[in-house]
C-alpha cells in the first residue's frame, strides 16, 4: 500500500504562478447584437467558496457575465482582468441614503466603482431589487437614488460606460395575459414614468426579474407545466393572444411581452430589456412537488438555449433578451422553504446540481461535454517521482483521499500509479483544469480516456469540473521550481499511512 498521506507544511509565501491578464472591455455594450446568458452570485453560504474559486468556476464554465448582490472587493478584484462583464449593487439598505443625499451617492461610486474600473469591467449598477415590491417606502426615493449615481458616474467620465437601473419583479404587471393588453399597477405610474424616462435618457434597460415557476405555482393548474418549462407544445395547445392572434410557447416570452406592452401603455417603446433573474428550484417542500432536478434541468437548459438562440420574443423577434440565471450556488443559509435554497447550478465546492443539457465547446454552462479530460500519472514516470507528487496533492494539494483508503471503491489496484491517478484528476478538477494542474514535476499528463473502473469513479468522470479547496497551490511543476519557489514534497510514515498529520512535520521528510 502506497504511504500517500503527507504531513501538512507551510505553502510558498509567494504563489508560484504567472497569470496573462485578458482583456477586459468596459463596455456595458458588449456582444450588443447578440443574446448572452450570464448567472447572480449570491453568498449566503455556510462555505462559501473563497472569490479565487468562484472566478475559476466562471471560467471554467465560460461564464463572461455575472451579477453581484452587492459589489464585495475581494470578488471584484478577483474578478479584474478576467474579462468576465460584471453588474454591482445598491443593496436595498443602502438605497435610502444615496437616494436623499447626491454626496452619499457619489461617495458610494468613489468606493465601490473607481478603484476596481476599468480592470474589472463593471457594467452595470443595480440600484436596489424589487424595491417597488419589497421595500415600498423607498420607492418615492429610487429615482432620485438612480439619477445621483448616474451623477456621479458622468463626474468621473464614466457615464456612457456603466449603465444604471433597478431589478424590477414581472409581478408589478397587472393583467399579463394576454400579452397585448398588460399594464403596470397604475398605482406605480408616479415611479414607473420617472423610471422610465431615466432609462430612456440614460441609454439603459429595464431589469427585469422574471419567474416563470411562480407564476405555474400560483395558477392553480391553469399554466401547464410543459408550458412554463419550454416544453414543445402542440398548437392547439400553445397560448394565443386573443388580440394579435400571436402563438405563445412558454411562460418566459409571454411575461417579456407583458412587460413590453406595459412600458408601451405608458408611451415607452423603445426601452430594452435584460432579465436579471430567473430559474427553477431543483428542491422544495412538500407542497411544491415540481420543484425537482430533472424540472429545474429542463427549465435552465432550454432558457439557455432559448436565449442564445436570438430569438427574441413573439412582439419584439429577432431582439436580444439577455438573461442572467438566478443563480451559481445553492445557498444554504438562506431564510423559508427549502426550495428558496435550491436554486443554484453549482454547490459550494464547485460540483454541478445537476448537469445542464448543452453540448458544444465553449458553450456557456455546457458542463455536461464529452470531451472531458482527466489528468493520470504519466506512463513510466518514476516511481519515487510520481510517490512525492501523490504525497503532495494528498497533503498542501488538499485533495481529499479518502477514497484511496481500505475497503474504499478506489483502494484497488493498490499501487503508487493508480493511486496517483485518482489523487492528479482530483487536483486537475478542482482546479478548474487551469493551465499547470496536470503537471507534478513532469509525471503526469492528460488524457480523454476515462480512468474510472468498476466503482471507482474519478472526479472528472462525475461533472465535478470547477471544484476548488480552499487554496491557490498549482500542481508542482518545472516552471513552479523555475520561478524561485521550490516545492516541497512531504511523506507520511508507512505505519500511520492512513492518518491526517495536522500541523506537526514530525513524522515528515522532504524528498
Known sequence: MCGYIAAAAAACSTICTSTVPASASASASADEADAFVGVNIGTALSDMPSPTQVVSLLKAQNIRYV??????????????NTGIHVTISVPNDELLGIGQSNATAANWVHRNVLPYFPATAIVAIAVGSEVLTTLPNAAPILVSAMNFLQSALVSSKLGSKIKISTPISSSIVLDSFPPS??????????????????LQSTGSYLMLNVYPYYDYMKSNGAIPLDYALFRPLPPNKE?????????YTNVFDALIDAVYSAMSDLNFTNIPIIVTESGWPSRGDPSEPDATLDNANTYNSNLIRHVLNNTGTPKRPGIAVSTYIYELYNEDLRPGSVSERSWGLFEADGAPVYVLHLTGSGTVLANDTTNRTYCVAREGADPKMVQAALDWACGPGKVDCSELLEGK????PDNVIAHASYAFDAYYHRMAMVEGSCDFNGVATITTTDPSHGSCKFPGSVGRNGTFLNNTLLAPSSNSMASGCSPQYFH???LVR???????LLNAFFF
Do not use: W
Open 67 to 80: 451579477r453581484l448582490f452587492d459589489s464585495d472587493r475581494s470578488l471584484l478584484l478577483a474578478l479584474a
Open 409 to 412: 471503491p478506489c483502494n484497488e
Open 181 to 198: 393588453q398588460a399594464f403596470f399597477n397604475r398605482s406605480l405610474n408616479p415611479v414607473m414614468i420617472p423610471l422610465l424616462k431615466f
Open 498 to 504: 492512513y492518518l491526517v498529520v495536522g500541523m506537526s
Open 492 to 494: 507520511g510514515d508507512a
Open 239 to 247: 397560448a394565443v393572444d386573443s388580440n394579435t392572434l400571436v402563438h
